[in-house]
C-alpha cells in the first residue's frame, strides 16, 4: 500500500495557520506577565543575536534545537522551570517568526498555553522594556 503525498505547504502559509491557533501576546503584556510570574519567558534566538542585542531580565535562554527537550515536564533533560503542561511559556526569537513555529511545538508536546511574542525580541526593545547586555 502506497501512501500519497501532501501536497507541499509554503511557509507563509504554515505561519498563517499556527497563529491561528495561539493567543500571541505583544512585549508590554509579556512583560507584565513575566514581572507577576504569570509566565515564562523563553528566548531562542541564537548566541550571536543575544551577544549583539541584550538579553530579556529573567527570561529562560534555550537555543532553539533544545527547546521541546527542555520544556517538555516529562522529559529527562527538562529544565527546573518546566513544571507542567500547564506552564504559560512565551517564546520569544528575534522578530516573532521562528518562535510562532516553536510554540506550535510546544503545544504538540502538550504545553497548551505556549504562544509567541508578536514581534520578538526586537519588539520587546522598541517598546522600551528592560534588556541587559
Known amino acids: 500500500m502506497t501512501s500519497v503525498p501532501k501536497a ?3 511557509i507563509d ?4 495557520r499556527v497563529r491561528e491557533g495561539l493567543d500571541r501576546v505583544v512585549a508590554a503584556d509579556a512583560y507584565e506577565a513575566a514581572r507577576t510570574g504569570e509566565v515564562l519567558l523563553v528566548d531562542i ?3 550571536a543575536l543575544r551577544d ?3 538579553l530579556i ?3 529562560l535562554v534555550v ?3 533544545e527547546l521541546e527537550w527542555r520544556l517538555d515536564p516529562q522529559g529527562s533533560h527538562r529544565a527546573s522551570e518546566a513544571t507542567s503542561h500547564d506552564l504559560r511559556v512565551v517564546v520569544v526569537c528575534n522578530e516573532g517568526y521562528a518562535s510562532s513555529l ?3 511545538s510546544l503545544r504538540q508536546l502538550g504545553l497548551h498555553r505556549a504562544t509567541d511574542l508578536v514581534g520578538g525580541f ?4 522598541a517598546a522600551g522594556l528592560p534588556v541587559t547586555a
Open 102 to 104: 516553536a510554540a506550535a
Open 122 to 125: 526586537q519588539a520587546w526593545k
Open 63 to 65: 537555543e532553539r534545537n
Open 57 to 59: 531580565p529573567g527570561a
Open 52 to 54: 549583539r542585542d541584550g
Open 8 to 10: 507541499p505547504v509554503a
Open 13 to 16: 502559509d504554515l505561519l498563517e
Open 45 to 47: 534566538r541564537y548566541a
